[in-house]
């Protein structure tokens, strides 16, 4: 599947065959990690997340957590700063608790976006 999910990949070189297996990896790895530490955040043990009688509140699936990074956006100001341009919830707010305060609630100066790599 394609990076979305959504189209095939035609790769015929086995060295972009391995490339792209290699990412697809690292960012599952990156999904379960942040898994994990939403769970830590929220205080969700590892027995409480895999029962089977429903989700606890605060554990996200790795979909969830994938689909609503891709959906945050920033708007840029005039004035070059960043402001968030999406809904905030529950994930998203943790999220902010994860990269520290304030760090998708509030105007983001272009210095400091400058910073963070482009999606």
Known sequence: MGAQ???PVYLQVEDRIKGHFITCIIALMILSMAQIDFDMLNNVGKDEADKG???PE???SITEIRNTLEEMRLVENKDGSFIPAYDRTRITDDINELLG???TRRSCPKQES???PRM
């Open 101 to 103: 305060p304030g760090r």
């Open 114 to 116: 400058e910073k963070y």
């Open 53 to 55: 009688k429903g989700k």
């Open 5 to 7: 999910g959504k189209e």
């Open 58 to 60: 605060g554990h996200y």
